[in-house]
């Protein structure tokens, strides 16, 4: 089975590549750099979309034959401000210099050409709280479903305050069956505030087939290839997540696990 939590390389350079080959999966497609003041990085899209995010740091990016300035204002993530991020479509180049030690995540998956590239955030982007008692967290909506300038991505920050849960009540978004649920695959990029701390994830299927619980540290990847997906932050540690997702149909359609369904009908009422 294809090992659900990644590890960073290393603390400098590119420290993630996740490709659907490398997750056994089909869309989607999840890289980080962490790279110091005046350090620079180049790729060429291919026949994917990407979406740049930049979580910590200044980078002056050059992307589709566009110069877009200096992107980037929160030197930690933690700050909670709204992203500075760059869509760029399939066959085209993106690079960028770092204006100050940055880190900065590319997600991918497949994409039609002839879409522009834009930048996104932060103007239009705001924190919102979801969730109820220590269920709680606060999302920064990058490109959601309402968003129609990409073909597959879906992308999302998540918040989660210590002692709280998230991506939960639990749910599974892993069948091609919409209305009623749709097949996304699913990264979550982990950081922790202190940094020196953990969380807890779960990834499981309802016949128990996939059932893997996962201490995360600072900087660790998890992929959710199917099942629900809870994660968990203890006392004391301060949680961020990215999400990326991707699959046949950009529509984020979910069915919550037999054993939570009286939490969402109590919230719903």
Known sequence: MVELKRKPFGRHGKVHEITPQSAGWRYVGFSLYKLRAGESVGEI?????????????KIAA??????????????????????HCLFVPPNEEWSFVAETDCTVAVCSAPGKVGRPARRIGPEGISLTER???????????????????CDSLLVTEVFTPAGHWSSYPSHRHDEDDY????YLEETYYHRLNPADGFAIQRV???????????AVSDGDVVLVPRGHHPCGAPYGFEMYYLNVMAGPLRKWRFISAPEVEHIVKRDAS
């Open 45 to 57: 899209t291919g026949s994917n979309e990407v979406i740049l995010v930049v979580v910590e740091g």
């Open 62 to 83: 050059w992307a589709a034959g566009t110069d877009w300035g200096v992107l980037g204002d929160r030197m930690n993530v933690f700050e909670k401000t709204p992203p």
């Open 131 to 149: 969730g109820k008692g220590t269920n709680t967290r606060y999302i920064n909506n990058i490109a959601m479903e309402n968003e129609d300038f």
């Open 179 to 182: 209305p009623r649920i749709t």
């Open 204 to 214: 499981y299927t309802d016949d128990g087939t996939l059932d893997e619980t996962m």
